[in-house]
């Protein structure tokens, strides 16, 4: 049986992925391209042969990637490619466009971190949002899934790095400047975190682990002053080989204060705590939300 398009999504779809191509074709026009360093992956040789050529970065680019379209066409499913392609081709567009119009460029010769970091901010958006509906923003992203196709259990991250940073190498005989390496790695660090919180599922929460020989006296406070749920595991200590439990627990991170203030009246437990990056299901996030 055929799958029923949902129409509402795919407009939902193609909305961000126009949203995804201003971000990458501005983050490039505006900050990449008067700063004098190069990105990572396509985008990066592209950029430097533009340098070379005064040619515009949005054909080389589309020409680097076309290689790329025939490989993925093969191996990957077509609507990434397809996403893909779509994203390519509209941005480079725009690139040509940008500079035909002389869309304003920050140009400056001592604040060019600036640059790195704000370029850095809107190629990270610009790729997360593309993984995210499903596509890519082309380049080291077409490599990266094809060799994870034929090799799901290979080091993908590693090789991808690689080719990043042989690029940002190779653009010093370009610019023939050190600062172009040093702003290139400021620009992926920051593009990296940026992608990692766009791909972020959710909020961030905290867990808590809670050692202790009484975990009922722990489930007024944590169930109705919390309003959070809870997991209880029978353990056994390995020094006193005493009978203890360990109740487990996500809340707010807001919420670490409160639940340190409750900790405090049962001095016989040990808490320790740690960060999570992300929560999905059944969580309270607000004060009327079920406790589940």
């Known amino acids: 049986m055929k799958e029923k398009i949902n129409w509402k999504r795919e407009l939902g779809q193609i909305g961000l992925l126009l ?46 990637n076309i290689p790329l379209f025939i490989l993925a ?42 640059a790195a970091l704000f370029s850095g901010i809107m190629l990270g958006v610009r790729t997360g949002v593309m993984i995210k509906i499903g596509g890519s923003a082309g380049g080291a992203d077409i490599i990266a899934c094809c060799v994870q196709a034929k090799k799901p259990y290979g080091n993908v991250e590693r090789l991808i790095s690689l080719i990043c940073y042989a690029i940002m190498g190779l653009s010093y005989f370009v610019y023939q400047d050190m600062n172009c390496i040093l702003l290139s790695v400021v620009q992926l660090i920051v593009f990296e975190r940026v992608m990692a919180g766009v791909l972020s599922p959710t909020r961030n929460a905290t867990e808590v682990k809670i050692v202790t ?42 919420q670490l204060p409160e639940f340190m203030k409750i900790i405090k009246k049962y001095p016989d437990t040990f808490v320790y705590y740690s960060d999570v990056k992300g929560v999905y299901g059944n969580f309270r996030w607000k004060k009327d939300d079920i406790a589940k």
Not at 82 to 105: C, G, H, P, R
Request: aromatic share 10%; glycine share 6%; charged share 15%.
């Open 19 to 64: 949203a995804a191509c201003l971000m990458g074709a501005f983050g490039m026009h505006v900050f990449v391209y008067p700063s004098g360093f190069a990105p990572m992956g396509i985008d990066g040789i592209a950029t430097m042969l533009q340098e070379i050529t005064h040619v515009n970065a949005g054909i080389y680019t589309i020409a680097l």
């Open 73 to 114: 066409w093969i191996i990957l499913k077509k609507r990434y490619v397809i996403y893909t392609i779509v994203f390519i081709v509209i941005t480079s567009l725009l690139l040509i466009v940008l500079e035909k119009i002389q869309m304003w460029q920050y140009i400056t010769q001592t604040d060019k971190l600036i």
């Open 213 to 254: 020989k009484t975990p009922e006296l722990l489930k007024e406070d944590i169930i109705f002053n919390l309003k959070h749920g809870a997991t209880v595991v029978e353990s056994r200590g390995m020094y006193t080989d005493g009978e203890s439990s360990i109740v487990y627990s996500v809340i707010n991170n807001r």
